[in-house]
């Protein structure tokens, strides 16, 4: 098993271009997740997506899209970048939102380091 | 608001000492508390998690973690600390006022320099 896989793995964009990452993962989770992670700030949640066919706001959404394509795979996309996108990226899957107590445990993926210039 | 704080942005220890990363919390209801570890470069590894019961969790790689209700504490500890366990750690809280959604609130994070 991959577990969570991210592309790619760096990237430099200039302000204005736009761009889309992306997460997959192989352990049938139904619920996935994109967290911004900064110096000092730990991780923020950008989006989820509860279930297939769901996509919610987190913490600090502004700027971003996502798309959920199916149970696999969920997509980040920066339409047009900005200098304060420049972060680690790192998505996240669980395997169900809806367990009771909500005890589950997300498992990361070894994130994609965006530079916008 | 729910939150973490994770008070130390550095903690600094010498091989084979016990090891203490601080982690409080405020949340409504019942906590549901985790720690992850972060290698440079890497992604966050899951180390362990409270949900209920004993007050000791114990998990990756040696670490065990304290949860103290009346202090609203979560330490993570290691009795005999290595130069592999140098890395970023983080403390987080499962977000349940808006709903089952699983999403996590993490703390700062914690670097932990291990000497030899």
């Known amino acids: 098993n991959a577990g969570v896989t991210q592309t790619p793995k760096f990237q430099v964009l200039k302000t204005g271009q736009s761009m889309t990452l992306q997460c997959a993962q192989d352990m049938n989770h139904n619920s996935m997740y994109w967290y911004r992670q900064d110096p000092g700030m730990g991780l923020r949640l950008i989006y989820y997506?509860?279930?297939?066919?769901?996509?919610d706001k987190g913490e600090v959404p502004n700027g971003y899209n996502v798309s959920r394509l199916n149970k696999r795979e969920f997509s980040l996309r920066l339409e047009s970048a900005a200098p304060s996108q420049t972060s680690v990226y790192f998505c996240?899957?669980?395997?169900?939102?809806?367990?009771?107590?909500?005890?589950?445990?997300?498992?990361f993926g070894p994130g994609t380091r965006l530079t916008v210039l | 608001a729910q939150s973490v704080a994770q008070p130390e942005d550095q903690v600094k220890v010498a091989e084979g000492n016990p090891l203490t990363v601080k982690c409080t919390y405020s949340?409504?209801?019942?906590?549901?508390l985790f720690w992850y570890v972060q290698y440079p470069n890497r992604g966050l590894q899951f180390l362990l998690k409270y949900i209920t019961g004993d007050n000791l969790v114990k998990g990756s790689y040696g670490f065990e973690a304290e949860f103290n209700k009346s202090q609203t504490s979560f330490h993570l500890k290691k009795p005999s600390a290595l130069v592999s366990d140098s890395a970023l750690y983080f403390c987080?809280?499962?977000?349940?006022?808006?709903?089952?959604?699983?999403?996590?609130?993490f703390g700062q994070g914690t670097t932990l320099q291990v000497k030899p």
């Open positions: 949340v409504s209801g019942n906590p549901y």
């Open positions: 987080a809280v499962r977000d349940i006022v808006t709903g089952n959604t699983g999403k996590l609130i």
């Open positions: 996240a899957s669980m395997s169900g939102a809806g367990s009771i107590e909500g005890t589950d445990t997300q498992y």
């Open positions: 997506s509860a279930s297939e066919g769901t996509t």
